[in-house]
């Protein structure tokens, strides 16, 4: 089997992040109606350093919400009788609001699909936009991320993993080769 390959350190994982946060903040002209919502798991500690640099650089602090997406999920059938349900909290009204999504890997489209139709449940945002760590290709659906860390081409023989100092005790992104060889 061959070894792990590093495709991004802890510093080039928040040079991502600080530029992400700075073409928000471009792109919607400051923070105005602007919130993040953090998809379970890996995308609520993103969004989370995405709003500490974006206080730093505007010295606003934008709503953060926590979005769980399981029961929306198109192979829910699949993942089991009892599929773990984490609490989406949204401290905020979303309507009217430009609400940027975020995760860490984009691949097939389906969890951003889940995660839209979430997010529509809960009110009539202005915009949803996408903020990505990763995005290693492989679309099933029409979805495309506004704003991307990386982007990794992979085979999908590839597993791209993401590990995070919050749950995972590094900052790093990782690619391993499925594959068996």
Known sequence: MTPDKKILTAD???RALTRIAHEILERNLGTADLALVGIR???VPLAQRIQKEI??????EVPLGILDITLYRDDLGEIGPLPRVGE???PFDPTGK?????????YTGRTIRAALDAMIDFG???AIQLA???DRGHRELPIKADYVGKNIPTSKKEQVMVHLTESDAADEVMVRDRSGR
Do not use: F, S, Y
Request: aromatic content about 0%; glycine content about 6%; proline content about 3%.
């Open 12 to 14: 080039e994982m928040k």
């Open 98 to 106: 430009i609400i940027v999504l975020t995760d860490d890997v984009l």
């Open 88 to 90: 989406t909290h949204l």
């Open 124 to 126: 009539r945002p202005k």
């Open 132 to 134: 990505v760590l990763i």
């Open 41 to 43: 798991t890996r995308g």
């Open 55 to 60: 206080q730093k650089i505007e010295g606003r």
